[in-house]
């Protein structure tokens, strides 16, 4: 089993970066997808950027050009770095990795809150 740790969630305001990391046990990360998906108030938990083992990233509409997904293999850690953030950005993060439909695994998830 793979367990997932979130850390680099906090306060910033709006225009401000904050760059969350997801590290994960076992030996077997570099064969996972790893993405973030967060979930606001009152909202559906939605993906926000992901990563597969070959390098490939996708990002969702509204964080493209802000958000950059990144992963290091030798570390165990998946990286979500968030520039020029928005007030509609706050959220819980959560961390996600993904082999097949028995192997899909969550982080306990980071709040993110954007606030002047």
């Known amino acids: 089993q793979v367990q997932l740790v979130e850390s680099g969630g906090g306060l910033v305001q709006p225009g401000g970066s904050l760059r969350l990391s997801c590290t994960a046990s076992?030996?077997?990360?570099?064969?996972?997808?790893m993405a973030w998906y967060r979930q606001a108030p009152g909202k559906q938990r939605e993906l926000v950027a992901s990563i597969t083992s070959g390098g490939t990233r996708n990002y969702a509409d509204s964080v493209k050009g802000r958000f950059t997904i990144s992963r290091d293999n030798a570390k165990n850690t998946v990286y979500l770095q968030m520039n020029s953030l928005k007030v509609e950005d706050t959220a819980v993060y959560y961390c996600?990795?993904?082999?097949?439909?028995?192997?899909?695994?969550w982080g306990q998830g980071t709040q993110v809150t954007v606030s002047s």
């Open positions: 076992g030996s077997l990360f570099n064969r996972y997808r």
């Open positions: 996600n990795a993904f082999a097949t439909s028995v192997a899909n695994y």
